[in-house]
Nanobody
């Protein structure tokens, strides 16, 4: 089982930036992708982004394109989510997740068996 530990959440003003980190232990070569999801109170868990460990290719939900950037450092088994131009509607608990995924399954949270503990991101003035 893969263990995921997140860090980097916090309180930021609208227009500000945060960088989330997710470090994976126990990952195998079959864990080809890592995903980021978020969940606001009273809402379903929403896909934010996913990144391939092998080549760093990233995929984004439409509302974060151009504002969020996923990257990875394979030497540290760590994936980052750089979040710029944050908006109040970005407020949520952010989770990283992984599993033995294929490209077509990345946007569905039900396909991810391994999850981090979540980190709160609050965008407010």
């Amino acid at each position: 089982q893969v263990q995921l530990v997140e860090s980097g959440g916090g309180l930021v003003q609208p227009g500000g930036s945060l960088r989330l980190s997710c470090t994976a232990t126990g990952r195998t070569s079959s864990h080809r992708y890592l995903g980021w999801f978020r969940q606001a109170p009273g809402k379903d868990r929403q896909f934010v982004a996913a990144i391939a460990w092998s080549d760093g290719r990233a995929y984004y939900e439409d509302s974060v394109k151009g504002r969020f950037t996923a990257s990875r450092d394979n030497t540290k088994n760590t994936v980052y989510l750089q979040m710029n131009s944050l908006r109040p509607e970005d407020t949520a608990v952010y989770y990283c997740a992984t599993g033995r995924l294929i490209l077509s399954s990345l946007r569905n949270a039900d396909n991810y068996p391994d999850w981090g503990q979540g980190t709160q991101v609050t965008v407010s003035s």
